[in-house]
C-alpha cells in the first residue's frame, strides 16, 4: 500500500463509544485523521453526522470509496463480520475490544488481515497507554522484580444497575453479546494480563449467572490461573460490588508492586531478594528488610485518543502498533477459557480448543430470547455449570439483597 499524507475514516456504530470516538476526530483531537463517513442501521442517530456520507449498513460504507480505514464499533458478534469484509475490501481496520466473542471468530477474523500489503489491523486496548501499566511492564522487562511468584488482580469496580442492562436487548445475553462482565467489562484487563505475564497454561474459574442482576450471563466471576513455571494468578471481577476494587498485586522474589492509586505505583522492595535471604537466614522467623517505594505516575496517558493516533500514524508509516489486532485473540481466549471451565467444573487447558468453546455458546445462543421478570422479582442465582445441569433455561437472582 501506498503511504497517503492522511487517513479518512469511516465508523461502523453511531451509537455507544462510536460516537465517542467520532466526537474525538471530529474535534481535531487527532492530527492527519479525518472522519469522512459513518454508518449504523438505525437512521436517526445519522442525523447528528451532516456533512459525512451516512449508510445504514457497514457494506455500504465499505464499498463507498470515501475511507481508507474502518473503526468497528458495534455490538459484539459484527466485529468479525464486519472486521472480515473491511479488511477483505483491502482497508485499514480498528476494532473495538473485545475483537470477537469467541476464539473461532478470532481466528476467522484475524486470517482476513493482509499484512504483507501494509495493511494495518489494530485493537482498541487503551489501557496500554495507562502510563501505570507501561512502567509495570518495564519493571517486568528488565526484571527489577526478579523471578515472579504470585499474581492477583481484583478488579470489582464494574458497578452496574439494572437500568444498564434494560438499555438494550442485546446487552447481556448470549446470543447478543457472548458473555458478560469477561466480554463487555473486562477485555482491557484480560488483555493487560497476558501482555505483561503472558498466557496461563491451565484455568481454573467459577462464573456466576445473574447473581446481582436479572441477566443470562456471567455478572461475577473467580478465576485460578496456573503457569508451566509454577506461577499461579488469582483474577476476580464483578459488575455487583459497591464499592469496588481495582488492585493488582504482582510478588517476585525482589519485593511487591501493588498498582490500586491513580498517581503511583506502589514498590515494597526486598533489600535482599527473598529467595537468598531464606536460604543465608538463621532465624526461622525472619524475614528480609524493605524499602517502600512510590513511583508517581502523572495521568492516565492518551487512552482512546492514543490508540486513534498511534493507528493513524501506523497507516502512514511513522510508528509501530501498540495494539495490533493479532492480539486481541489472547484475552477472549481467556475469557472462554474461564467460561468453558466454570460449565464443566474443571480446568480447562490453555491453548483452548476453539471449537469446543463455540459449540457451547451456540447451544446458549440458540434458546428462546431472554425474557425479563417483573423488576421486583428476586430469587436464587445459579452458578453456570448448575444452569447448565438444570431443567430451567434461565438463571434467577439471589432471594434477598442481603443473601450470601
Known amino acids: 500500500m501506498n503511504k497517503?499524507?492522511?487517513?479518512r475514516l469511516g465508523i461502523v456504530g453511531a451509537g455507544g463509544m462510536g460516537s465517542v470516538h467520532a466526537r474525538s476526530v471530529r474535534d481535531g483531537k487527532i492530527p492527519q485523521l479525518e472522519l469522512t463517513a459513518i454508518a449504523d442501521t438505525h437512521p436517526q442517530r445519522l442525523e447528528a453526522f451532516k456533512g459525512l456520507a451516512t449508510f445504514t449498513s457497514a457494506d455500504a460504507?465499505?464499498?463507498?470509496?470515501?475511507?481508507d480505514a474502518v473503526l468497528i464499533a458495534t455490538p459484539h458478534y459484527s466485529h468479525t463480520t464486519i472486521g472480515i469484509a473491511a479488511l477483505n475490501a483491502g482497508l485499514h481496520v480498528l476494532v473495538e475490544k473485545p475483537i470477537s466473542v469467541h476464539k473461532e471468530d478470532c481466528e476467522k477474523?484475524?486470517?482476513?488481515?493482509?499484512?504483507?500489503?501494509g495493511q494495518i489491523f489494530a485493537a482498541m486496548f487503551n489501557q496500554r497507554t495507562d502510563p501505570r501499566y507501561r512502567k509495570v511492564k518495564q519493571m517486568l522487562t528488565d526484571g527489577t522484580l526478579g523471578k515472579l511468584q504470585r499474581l492477583n488482580w481484583i478488579i470489582t469496580d464494574?458497578?452496574?444497575?439494572?437500568?444498564?442492562?434494560?438499555?438494550?436487548?442485546?446487552r447481556a445475553t448470549w446470543a447478543g453479546e457472548g458473555g458478560g462482565v469477561l466480554l463487555n467489562q473486562c477485555p482491557h484487563q484480560l488483555d493487560l494480563w497476558q501482555w505483561l505475564f503472558g498466557m496461563p497454561q491451565r484455568v481454573t474459574a467459577h462464573c456466576q449467572l445473574g447473581r446481582f442482576h436479572e441477566i443470562e450471563v456471567e455478572d461475577s466471576v473467580t478465576a485460578l490461573l496456573d503457569y508451566e513455571n509454577g506461577v499461579q494468578g488469582v483474577f476476580v471481577t464483578t459488575t455487583g460490588e459497591a464499592p469496588g476494587t481495582n488492585r493488582l498485586e504482582i510478588v517476585g522474589e525482589n519485593g511487591k508492586i501493588i498498582v490500586e492509586e491513580e498517581h503511583c505505583i506502589r514498590f515494597i522492595r526486598n533489600e535482599v531478594s527473598s529467595a537468598t535471604f531464606s536460604r543465608a537466614s538463621a532465624e526461622g522467623f525472619a524475614k528480609p528488610p524493605v524499602w517502600n517505594i512510590e513511583i508517581p505516575v502523572e495521568g492516565r496517558g492518551p487512552q482512546h485518543d492514543g490508540i486513534l493516533a498511534n493507528f493513524t500514524q501506523a497507516i502512514l508509516?511513522?510508528?509501530?502498533?501498540?495494539?495490533?489486532?493479532?492480539?486481541?485473540?489472547r484475552s477472549v481466549e481467556l475469557g472462554n477459557a474461564m467460561l468453558l471451565s466454570s460449565i464443566r467444573d474443571q480446568p480447562v487447558t490453555v491453548p483452548l480448543d476453539a471449537q469446543a468453546y463455540a459449540a457451547e455458546l451456540k447451544k446458549r445462543s440458540s434458546r428462546p430470547p431472554f425474557e425479563r421478570s417483573p423488576r421486583d422479582r428476586t430469587v436464587k442465582f445459579w452458578t453456570l455449570r448448575e444452569a447448565s445441569n438444570a431443567s430451567l433455561v434461565y438463571p434467577p437472582l439471589c432471594n434477598s439483597p442481603n443473601s450470601p
Open 109 to 117: 477474523l484475524i486470517a482476513a488481515h493482509r499484512p504483507d500489503s
Open 61 to 67: 460504507l465499505i464499498a463507498s470509496g470515501k475511507v
Open 158 to 170: 464494574w458497578f452496574r444497575c439494572e437500568s444498564y442492562y434494560r438499555s438494550g436487548g442485546w
Open 317 to 329: 508509516g511513522q510508528e509501530e502498533l501498540i495494539a495490533p489486532a493479532s492480539e486481541g485473540i
Open 4 to 7: 497517503p499524507s492522511s487517513v
